[in-house]
């Protein structure tokens, strides 16, 4: 019988996250080609005042507009925080905190700049050559995700993304390149980031222009761009137990975990239904078959995955060594006609009374991730990783240069607490790397003053500002918890 653990294992993967397209900027430079995340515009909130406005969809109409007339536009995920130049000054206030890993994803545009290219760029593979040397000066692990939201803007005009087979070479031709240069340096990745954001946004997640799918068939694009991306993830994965013997590798979902809206039958049942949804990602990814249940929602929905010959053993031989989650949230079900549509959105539009909301009213439920972790691990029996978890603020810097984030600390410390309680509970725990351990550009909103970081960066939402980097009082609490693995919280 497998002993209790009391608390974080030793060599526990503390550390922080961040994405390419939201930190590092110098969308122009060292060869990088343009990204789908360099036309995720800024659409004017502060017009509006609201918070919540968010750029995860783009359209072919406005691809043509912000490709002719750039300068009408904010592009902030082009500009990032200037990680591209400022990347030994954050590596090193990371390891001033005592990270054991830092997560972060390499841009395909800045190794590939169209994608079609036979030979990568050398600029782009050396410039992850020094991060990842940097990190090595400090003893930390790089996490590093393959694909993070984005993919040469030249996939999406030429094939529309992934809903085209055509990409599924081009990215295994990538996978390879990074996996070989940097076969000495990096022993953590992940293919995918989120692969069930899919059902979200298939822009996003899939470099798809929705408005180019023929009517009605936006759910079947979905499944076949998915089908595309669990082949391309799956040959990365063989790849990198050629290439990095000792590597592990991983898949990563947004978990969205369900809670039913009443005790009735019919809501428990859509709960069930909704967890399965965004689980037969990792069911793909880590059991190597499409789960069962997905054939009736498949039938159901009149939804055809076109596979090719040798497509299941592909899958069955690039089954992932671990499952690593994003955590922000719970969502509250019920039985309804947009059920299944609510099921794969980010923020479920029922709140539950029980939980607060932060100022992006998402709701804050530290249990919900125990519950999710118990959920995992019984239905894989593999590594977890937290890769994902913090909160989204507006942070105030004083005259004097401090940042009092009180709330920032509070809610990860509850998080913290019940990773701790389900490491009790026999869950297999590899690390956590809380989101945007630095400030950056927000995914969703493409907003600086969404602020997740333990480090203040000096950029407003138009991009304005010193770009000066200050210690927030979370800064100091991480640093100690690092030190205590988890016993001073």
Not at 17 to 26: F, L, P, Y
Not at 451 to 479: A, C, H, M, P, T
Request: a negative charge; hydrophobic letters at 35%; one cysteine or more.
């Amino acid at each position: 019988m497998k002993q209790l653990q009391s608390g974080f294992p030793q060599g526990f993967l503390w550390g922080g996250a961040t994405a390419a397209n939201q930190i590092e900027g110098a969308y122009d430079e060292g060869g990088k080609g343009l990204s789908t995340s360099d036309y995720a515009a800024y659409k004017d909130p502060y017009a509006t005042g609201k918070v919540d406005n968010f750029t995860f969809d783009v359209t072919s109409k406005e691809l043509a507009e912000y490709k002719e007339h750039p300068e009408k536009y904010l592009f902030p995920k082009r500009w990032g925080i200037d990680f591209y130049h400022r990347y030994k000054e954050d590596i090193a206030l990371m390891a001033e905190m005592g990270f054991k890993t830092f997560r972060v994803s390499i841009s395909w545009a800045r190794i590939f700049p169209t994608g079609l290219e036979a030979e990568p760029n050398e600029e782009g593979l050396a410039f992850y050559d020094k991060v990842f040397d940097e990190c090595a000066k400090y003893g930390i692990e790089p996490l590093v995700t393959m694909s993070h939201y984005e993919m040469p803007i030249t996939l999406t005009e030429k094939y529309n993304g992934w809903v085209s087979r055509e990409l599924i070479p081009l990215f295994e031709k990538f996978a390879r390149v990074i996996l070989t240069r940097y076969k000495s340096k990096v022993k953590y990745w992940i293919t995918f980031n989120e692969m069930n954001m899919n059902l979200n946004s298939l822009y996003t997640g899939a470099g798809v222009l929705e408005d180019l799918i023929a009517p009605g068939q936006k759910l079947q694009a979905t499944y076949q761009a998915s089908h595309h991306q669990f082949l391309a993830s799956a040959l990365a994965v063989k790849a990198c137990k050629e290439i990095i013997p000792d590597a592990k590798i991983g898949c990563m979902i947004n978990q969205i975990e369900s809670y039913a809206l009443t005790t009735k039958p019919e809501d428990q049942l859509q709960a069930l239904k909704s967890n399965q949804l965004n689980m037969f990602y990792p069911d793909v990814q880590a059991r190597g078959e499409y789960p069962s249940y997905m054939a009736r929602y498949f039938a159901d929905n009149d939804i055809h995955v076109v596979m090719e010959e040798g497509d299941e053993e592909i899958l069955r031989e690039g089954t992932v060594d671990y499952v690593a989650i994003s955590y922000y949230m719970s969502h509250v079900t019920e039985a309804r006609e947009d059920a299944a549509k609510l099921a794969g959105s980010f923020d479920s539009p029922i709140k539950n009374e029980y939980l607060e909301l932060s100022q992006w009213d998402w709701p804050i439920d530290p249990i919900g991730l125990r519950i999710s972790l118990m959920k995992l691990y019984d239905r894989y029996e593999k590594p977890l990783f937290v890769c994902e978890n913090g909160l989204g603020a507006k942070d105030e810097l004083t005259e004097d240069g401090k940042i009092h984030d009180d709330y920032r600390i509070d809610y990860i410390r509850q998080h913290v607490e019940q990773m701790k309680e389900a490491i009790k509970d026999g869950v297999d725990l590899m690390g956590y790397t809380t989101w945007g351990c630095i400030d950056l550009i927000s995914c969703g909103t493409s907003q600086m003053s969404k602020r997740y970081g333990f480090i203040y960066v000096d950029q407003d939402d138009e991009g304005n500002g010193s770009l000066e980097r200050y210690r927030k009082d979370s800064f100091y609490w991480y640093k100690e918890v690092i030190e205590s693995n988890g016993e001073n919280l």
